[in-house]
């Protein structure tokens, strides 16, 4: 069998009607749902599954709504079924990693689902407190980025936030250095996406919420994962509840390293992804970082499916 690692959905691939499929199809996903309305207080199932999607989002509300989506996911893939051959590793794109350690035993859904929430609310908080953005740079180099986050530093901060692919690079921070950088990427012959997000996340701009998350995370119970789970801020494997709290914290204001992280394991000899949870974003990363490389989407009731027969 293939060597096989799964990958978790990321802040910023919700859509309204998100899981829906999935609950109606599988009891266990249906039951995450309802749990979780009753862990955050309001119906999280009726604003994945019914909108708005203004509302859906909102930092607060996408993080929690796009972490329950992808763990009922899982456990409709999961449920009475055994693999043919286990992951040999797991990987979640910022939000994502939270799943993955969800996935890999290191954390309950429970606890998982309120640092989720916590997470947004203190993330919202911060981008409140200091406008700020990203926006991504298509077409440019490492070298290039840099150049643009130096020229703009005269509007404000501006740092690399995500390393998401070849040619594919997010920065990160205040309004006004981020409205700088447009003109700045395409200038130097790249293509500039101004993101709708609250704000400059993976940068310092974080840092009051990184320092509330260590409060949360310090309280929260965590043990070693079953699986091996990369952590976004350095490639490196999750080994405990102190690398866990250390490393979560971290992400809120460092890069998240994508690109290196796929990289890694397909240095390590994964033959194939699986990508859990809604949306394909992971799956057309994957496919400008390791085109030959196999990927199963699962994110209806079709990819399910597709995971299934595979």
Known sequence: MARTAVLFTGQGAQSVGMGKDIAQRSGPAAEIFERAARIVGYDLRALCFEGPADRLEQTDIQQPAIFTTSVAIWQAMTNNRQWAAPPVAMAGLSLGEYTALYAAGAVSFDDALRLVQRRGELMQAAAVATPSGMVSALGLDLTQVETVCRSAAAAGLLVPANFNCPGQIVL??????????????????????PLKVAGAFHSPIMQSAADGLAEVLARTPLQTPAFPVVANVNCENHRDAVTIRQWLADQLTHP??????????????????IEVGPGRVLAGLLKKIARRTPVVNVSTVEGLEEFYAS
């Open 172 to 193: 990160s921070g205040t309004r006004a250095a981020c409205e700088a950088a447009v003109p700045l990427i395409e200038q130097a012959g790249g293509r500039a996406i």
């Open 256 to 273: 998240v390293r994508w690109q290196a992280s796929i990289e890694r394991l397909l240095n390590e000899g994964v033959e194939r992804f």
